[in-house]
């Protein structure tokens, strides 16, 4: 859906009107929901005794590793192709959140909500794009 939409805004076939509707809603609920969500979400989807057990100093190790490359490898990218280098390194943290709900938070938490359709375009065709990935060289090495 993201990339017929996608296609669809490249080729202009999406009038302004419904451009602007669909902007006007993405800023309702970006200003007015975002924080009900992340807690609705946050306490739905979270196993609050498996988060507990979750907690030792190997695994937050990791995380704080795999976050500091994410964001590394983010900023010097985009800091090369001349892009504003923290938001690409912040965009880029976003696959190390819990799909939407992690970049909602994360650049809710970073004060860049305007960063949200790039995150969101990055996430979905990032994440499909590493489970393919994944997925072949598993055949290639098993």
């Not at 451009?19 to 993405?26: H, K, P, R, S």
């Not at 704080?64 to 590394?72: F, S």
Request: aromatic share 10%; hydrophobic share 55%; glycine share 10%.
């Amino acid at each position: 859906m993201i990339v017929s939409a996608a296609v669809m805004k490249v080729f202009k076939l999406i009038p302004a009107k419904m451009e602007l509707g669909a902007y006007q809603m993405y800023q309702f609920f970006s200003k007015n929901l975002t924080y009900a969500i992340l807690v609705g979400l946050g306490t739905l989807f979270v196993s609050w005794k498996d988060l507990v057990h979750a907690f030792n100093p190997g695994y937050v190790a990791v995380c704080v590793a795999a976050v500091l490359a994410l964001v590394t490898s983010g900023y010097l990218v985009g800091k090369m192709l001349n892009m504003y280098p923290v938001e690409s390194g912040i965009v880029t943290a976003c696959h190390s959140g819990l799909g939407g709900t992690g970049d909602v938070a994360i650049l809710s938490a970073s004060n860049r909500m305007g960063l949200m359709p790039f995150a969101q375009i990055s996430t979905r065709i990032g994440g499909a794009a590493m489970i393919v990935l994944a997925t072949v060289l598993l055949k290639v090495f098993h």
